[in-house]
């Protein structure tokens, strides 16, 4: 059993300390937001993530899982400190590492005797040995020599399956140069050592590149077949049938390879901006994750276009949004796709009605700039009341078989615009709709 304190208790230290304790380790989350750990200590959990709830429970009762705002005693009392908190972007693009920073000063403020630093946090190349020096310099103030390693572990969990993830994980990257942190690391993780899981060991500056480039190639896939399908609308072709094609080499593979409105979410975006902002101060230009970038902004708004176009003027039309976070199964509103649509629809004169089942409470901030011209609704055929039409943004699975007769009786108009692609146009065409895809 290894002595855990995982150090930021969101999506991802939430994630990790509850499986890793669920693997049989003592862990101590911790978290400076005071009140995200009261509400954790009585067994709240602050985000919505399937299955947290329960496995949360199930360690905090057997005492393998703690919740604590008290650093401290966190880094006295455990041998190996995952850094899991933020690393949002700043205004140039670059990844903030104050946050992760201000930890690893934590760290050597407090530490007694060795220890393993694991950095989960994406960060950019050369983090880690910032990390490295950031604490030698307090150690060497305090006069103390501690001996301690970094280790770079990446995290690749999915919001929405991320318990799932991190029990099965397609791989364990572990950064490091010392072969005493890699024990430790492969004892923290021997469950699935033991499961076959494939493990990666490289150098720090590998790992953290690992996750930047495994994070772009994604985002990149997503704009790919997004532009993919603009063309198909033009050309008469179905993109899902050329995805279905496509993926079935396996060369390419058969995900990520859905059209929509363009990715968002809490990593995506931030870390192609990072990326590309890495490179540039290395005096290297990523051409394709640059273009990703700004095409990804476009296709947002080109489902702004769409609407526009079949509906023409949308002055005083009232439009029912199903779903708001960037993707079904969180309740994560950074950098959801409707929030740079919504309020290009108000501007252009639209009137917002939304349901999302999750994230409603983080869009009541978010929207704010919108708010006179936006209501809340308490599900999915509330939006559709007077409206003129309706756009299916998150495909949440209690919008995969809507009853599209109540759906449309309340409404003013009929059309139905479907940005992931869920439903067939006959289908909707049957029910009195005016239905519109995305590259079908
Ligand atoms: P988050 O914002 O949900 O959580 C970060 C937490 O850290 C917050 O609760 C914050 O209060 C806490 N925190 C900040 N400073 C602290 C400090 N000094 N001491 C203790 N706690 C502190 O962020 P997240 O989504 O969990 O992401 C964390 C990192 O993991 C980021 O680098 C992100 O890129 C990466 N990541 C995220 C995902 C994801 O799906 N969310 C997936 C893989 C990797």
């Known amino acids: 059993m290894a002595k855990i304190a995982v150090i930021g208790s969101g999506y991802v230290g939430l994630v990790s300390g509850a499986v890793l304790s669920d693997f049989g380790h003592s862990v101590m989350c911790v978290d400076v937001d005071q ?4 509400s954790l200590k009585k067994g709240v959990i602050p985000i919505y993530e399937p299955g947290l709830d329960a496995i949360v429970e199930k360690n905090m009762q057997m005492e393998n899982l703690h919740f604590s705002t008290d650093i401290q005693s966190a880094i ?5 400190i995952f850094i899991a908190v933020g ?6 693009g670059s990844a903030d590492l104050q946050y992760v920073l201000s930890v690893a000063e934590d760290i050597a403020t407090h530490m007694q005797g060795y220890k393993v630093i694991v950095d989960k946090s994406t960060v950019p190349v050369g983090t880690g040995q910032k990390v490295k020096r950031t604490v030698r310099e307090i150690l060497d103030k305090r006069g103390v020599d501690y ?5 770079s572990n990446p995290e690749f969990l999915r919001e929405g399956s991320a318990v799932y993830d991190f029990s099965n994980p397609e791989r364990v990257v572990l ?3 010392s072969q005493r942190a890699l024990d430790a690391m492969i004892e923290v993780y021997r469950v699935l050592y033991l499961n076959e899981t494939p493990f990666v060991t490289t150098n720090i500056e590998t790992a953290e590149m690992i996750k930047y480039a495994s994070n772009a190639f994604l985002a990149m896939k997503i704009t790919y077949i997004n532009e993919i399908a603009n063309l198909c609308e033009k050309v008469g072709a179905n ?5 279905k094609g496509m993926g079935m080499d396996d060369r390419i593979g058969n995900k990520f390879l859905n059209a929509g409105p363009g990715y968002g979410g809490s990593c995506f975006p931030k870390d192609t901006k990072a990326l590309a902002t890495i490179a540039r101060e290395h005096d290297e230009h990523l051409t394709l994750i640059e273009t990703t970038i700004q095409a990804n902004e476009r296709q947002k708004l080109r489902m702004v276009d769409k609407i526009c176009a079949a509906m023409g003027d949308l002055s005083g039309k009232v439009i029912g949004v199903l779903g708001l976070t960037f993707k079904p199964n969180t309740d994560d509103m950074r950098e959801a796709p409707s929030l740079v649509i919504l309020p290009e629809l108000v501007k252009r004169g639209a009137i917002i ?3 999302d089942p999750e994230g409603t409470k983080e869009g009541g901030w978010r929207f704010e700039d919108i708010e006179q011209h936006m209501t809340f609704c308490d599900d999915e055929y509330c939006v559709s009341q007077e409206a003129d039409a309706v756009v299916l943004l998150t495909e949440w699975n209690q919008f995969r078989s809507l009853d599209f007769d109540r759906l449309k009786a309340g409404m003013k108009d009929n059309y139905f615009f479907d940005l992931r692609n869920v439903y067939e146009k006959c289908m909707l065409e049957k029910h009195g709709f005016r239905y519109y895809a995305v590259g079908r």
Do not use: H, L, S, W
């Open 76 to 80: 006295e009392d455990n041998d190996i």
């Open 35 to 38: 009140k995200k750990i009261e």
């Open 239 to 243: 993109v899902q049938n050329v995805a």
């Open 353 to 355: 009605r939304a349901f």
């Open 87 to 92: 690393t949002p972007p700043k205004d140039d």
């Open 147 to 151: 001996e301690f390693d970094v280790v």
């Open 175 to 177: 950064g490091t140069e």
